[in-house]
């Protein structure tokens, strides 16, 4: 529960700032739902990653196999029984197909852009909203850049990003949680 309790604090502070309504609280509104979204997504890719994980590391010992056999070392050879080199390369080609690669799997970890691209994939967050979640990422940085903020401006951006926050909000599944005394759903 703490872990929601985290966003949900993030999501009542916005709201908050949104209603005082001067472009400093509405800079930090904006900071304040990126950062919970992109924590949400987070927590969605993680969820993602961890259902694959047992693959994951069958195929990434597979590999080892495989080096241990085509390696120059007799006694790495040796001890690289198993399937066949049919079966083997068969086998890895399958779980290939199956996971996301360890360089995919960078990518998402430290790259916004790239969680939304895996999450739409995934089914895990409607493609209509991608372009928005990007560009209202992006806006901060542009205002920054040019130390612009006009009310006209960030206020909708703001709003509209509350929006879409609490429709990613909405997709999250924070699954079952145990506390200290009890099962909480």
Known sequence: MKRLELVVVQFEE???LIGIGRVPQLRLAH???????ELIMHRMVDAELDCEQYDFDRLENLRRLDAMRKSDNPLHRRFAA??????LSAEIEKLEGM???KKKRQKINYNFRDKIDFLVERTR???AIAPVLKKLH???????HRDQHRLEVIR???LIYFDVACTVLD??????????EHLVL
């Open 14 to 16: 916005v709201k908050r």
């Open 99 to 101: 996971v996301t690669s």
């Open 138 to 144: 992006d806006y901060p940085n542009e205002t920054y």
């Open 125 to 127: 967050l409607p493609a």
């Open 31 to 37: 900071i304040l739902l990126d950062s919970a979204v």
């Open 156 to 158: 909708p951006a703001v």
């Open 171 to 180: 997709l999250y599944d924070p699954g079952v949680l145990i506390g200290e």
């Open 82 to 87: 198993g399937p066949s080199d049919g079966q």
